[in-house]
């Protein structure tokens, strides 16, 4: 593939356990209300993944579903990205094990780990692969099982978390859709505000890592509070500047679904109506980097976002990282 050509999104999918963890659920299992997760986090419930499944089985049912969409067959795929932080196997990758699973003959697979950040990490990859013309089609993805790594006896994290993975597919753009700009971030200072410890060559698994809960995702939640706000808001304005758009002409907005606070607080700075900003926190809890395409595809299915509109999605995490994209579908 030669020339410079611009990416836009082709197809889009998700997949959502089945099991539901209500609040009510967690009420009987840590030291909670329903009434105080909600006021703090707009959460309901969460979707858990059954004992046995792995993030490549959610990965490989939103790629699938990206792919149906589009119509590209999974032979014409040039490229696989995984974002996550639950892999299957330290290694082979997740996007190895999907790509194998859906037949992507001709793809390179790979993992990538930004956190919450992962999708839009991802998407700029794939985009800059298809505008350099070494792509033609990228299935970007983004999956997580966050209850394997939930300590559910902490109540200030194990009511923000629940499971799924959301995909889309990257192509040549038509017309003057596609993607018109993206910007990533990282801010390596903040590693200890979000974190899991253990399990790396740092400290690997020991009877005294298990012991300790070491292997459980560790939060400061007001640096991260603070953290994210400002990251919302300075990469949805710099995203805003660099593809020449006011704050109007965004048809939905699609944040990180990470804290009902945190969105509202980002979407007042930029006076946006709650009808234009993609919430699905309260049903599926902060899914990491597979919450933006989640919310993409279920807002997109449902008609809510069409042929023709600008979308901006926003979001951070661990690292610390955030970014932002804006593009017309």
């Known amino acids: 593939m030669t020339g410079r050509v ?37 959460i309901e419930e969460r979707r858990i993944a059954e004992p046995g499944e792995a993030t490549s089985d959610y990965v490989a049912v939103a ?30 990758s997740t996007g190895n094990i999907v790509q194998e699973r859906l037949g992507l003959t001709k793809a390179s697979a790979f993992d990538l780990s ?7 990490y991802a998407l700029s990859l794939g985009t800059s692969m298809i505008e350099a013309g070494r792509a033609k089609y990228v299935l970007v993805s983004a999956g997580d099982i966050l209850s394997r790594i ?8 194990c009511v923000l978390f629940g499971d799924g993975a959301g995909a889309v597919l990257l192509g040549p753009a038509h017309g ?6 993206f910007n990533i971030h990282s801010d390596g200072s903040g590693k200890d505000t979000l974190y899991l410890k253990a399990g ?3 400290y690997p698994a020991t009877q005294e890592t298990v012991a300790s809960g070491d292997h459980y995702l560790k939060m400061a939640g007001r640096d991260t509070f603070k953290f994210a706000v400002q990251a919302m808001v300075s990469a949805t304005e710099e995203v805003l500047e660099q593809a020449g758009l006011q704050p109007e002409d965004v048809a939905l ?21 709650d009808d234009r900003v993609a919430l699905t926190l309260n049903k599926y809890g902060n899914t990491s980097g597979s919450s933006i395409p989640i919310a993409l595809d279920e807002f997109y299915r449902a008609g809510r976002v069409k042929k ?22």
């Open 6 to 42: 611009r990416a836009g999104i082709l197809g889009t999918g998700s997949a959502l356990p089945k099991r539901v963890l209500t609040n009510a659920d967690l009420e009987q299992m840590v030291e909670t209300n329903n009434e105080w997760i909600v006021t703090r986090t707009g």
């Open 63 to 92: 790629c699938q579903r990206a792919l149906e969409m589009s119509g590209v067959s999974p032979s014409d795929v040039d490229m696989l990205i995984c974002a996550t932080v639950t892999p299957d196997h330290a290694f082979p």
């Open 114 to 120: 930004a956190a919450c950040s992962g999708f839009l």
């Open 150 to 157: 939930v300590d559910y006896t902490d109540r200030t994290t």
């Open 176 to 181: 003057d859709s596609g993607v018109m700009s």
């Open 200 to 202: 790396g060559s740092r």
């Open 253 to 273: 907005y699609v944040p990180h679904q990470a804290n009902l606070r945190i969105i509202d607080a980002a979407r007042r700075r930029f006076h946006i109506p």
């Open 308 to 329: 023709g509109d600008v979308v901006l999605c926003v979001g951070f995490g661990a690292g610390l990282t955030w970014g932002a994209a804006a593009f017309r579908l």
